[in-house]
């Protein structure tokens, strides 16, 4: 079993950024990678950034691509999303999510959940 829990989302102005956190427990050793993905109303879930538990390797969703970062504190068992010049279009519930699959860009790869954080970006 993996617990996830988010936090750091809150509503910001176009252009600023947020970091939010992922604190995993459980068996976490057991997954293959992190992800952050997000939903918008109306949206489906889509794929954000993902982060490789064995070697800290990334990928990113081409809309977030040179303005969010993914990375770890394996001391924490943590994972973050540095989000920088922030658009309205990034406003959404963001999930944490653990996986065992390599079908990073999938949402239904995606294993165990946390409860979402939301992120509003006000014009």
């Known amino acids: 079993q993996v617990q996830l829990v988010e936090s750091g989302g809150g509503l910001v102005q176009a252009g600023g950024s947020l970091r939010l956190s992922c604190a995993a427990s459980?068996?976490?050793?057991?997954?293959?990678?992190m992800g952050w993905l997000r939903q918008a109303p109306g949206k489906e879930r889509e794929f954000v950034a993902a982060?490789?538990?064995?070697?800290?390797?990334?990928l990113y969703a081409d809309s977030v691509k040179g303005r969010f970062s993914i990375s770890r504190d394996n001391a924490k068992s943590t994972v973050y999303l540095q989000m920088n010049s922030l658009k309205p279009e990034d406003t959404a519930v963001y999930y944490c999510?653990?996986?065992?699959?390599?079908?990073?860009?999938?949402?239904?790869?995606?294993?165990?959940w946390g409860q979402g954080t939301q992120v509003t970006v006000s014009s």
């Open positions: 982060l490789i538990w064995y070697d800290g390797s990334t």
């Open positions: 999510a653990a996986t065992h699959s390599r079908g990073l860009r999938v949402a239904a790869s995606y294993d165990y």
């Open positions: 459980g068996r976490t050793f057991s997954t293959y990678a």
